[in-house]
């Protein structure tokens, strides 16, 4: 992922410090068939991580979900399953506080 340089003033709502203009990469399971969007604008929260993506960008994806244009590669994805696992049952167990 390339980070790019640009304070917003957005305040992150999860820890408070201030949210810079980044590009991530995006995986989604649409209707349409999963994707993945690279190089895609996003509110990113140097300190703990949160990402809030602009409703533009959100506008974007919905469109190339829709009309599919010839995408820049395809790649193959493995597919995990959690619960063949060894003590996947004790990642179902109930969360507990501290
Ligand atoms: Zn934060």
Same mark, same amino acid.
């Given at each position: 992922?390339? +980070?790019? *340089? !640009?304070?917003? !003033?957005?305040? =992150?709502?999860?820890?408070?410090d ?10 989604? %399971? +649409?209707? /349409? ?11 990113? =929260? ?8 602009? *409703?533009?960008?959100?506008?974007? %994806?919905? +469109? ?11 790649? /193959?994805?493995?597919?995990?399953? %959690?619960?063949?696992l060894? !003590?996947?049952? *004790?990642? %179902? *167990?109930?969360?507990? +506080?501290?």
């Amino acid at each position: 992922m390339t +980070r790019t *340089a !640009g304070v917003t !003033g957005l305040t =992150c709502p999860d820890c408070g410090d201030t949210m810079q203009h980044d590009r991530v990469d995006h995986s989604s %399971l +649409r209707t /349409s068939g999963p994707m993945i969007v690279e190089q895609m604008p996003a509110f990113v =929260c140097p300190q703990c991580g949160y990402t809030a993506i602009p *409703a533009a960008t959100w506008e974007a %994806l919905d +469109r190339l979900a829709a009309e599919r244009p010839v995408p820049a590669r395809f790649i /193959s994805v493995p597919v995990y399953d %959690l619960s063949d696992l060894p !003590g996947a049952e *004790a990642l %179902l *167990a109930p969360m507990k +506080r501290d």
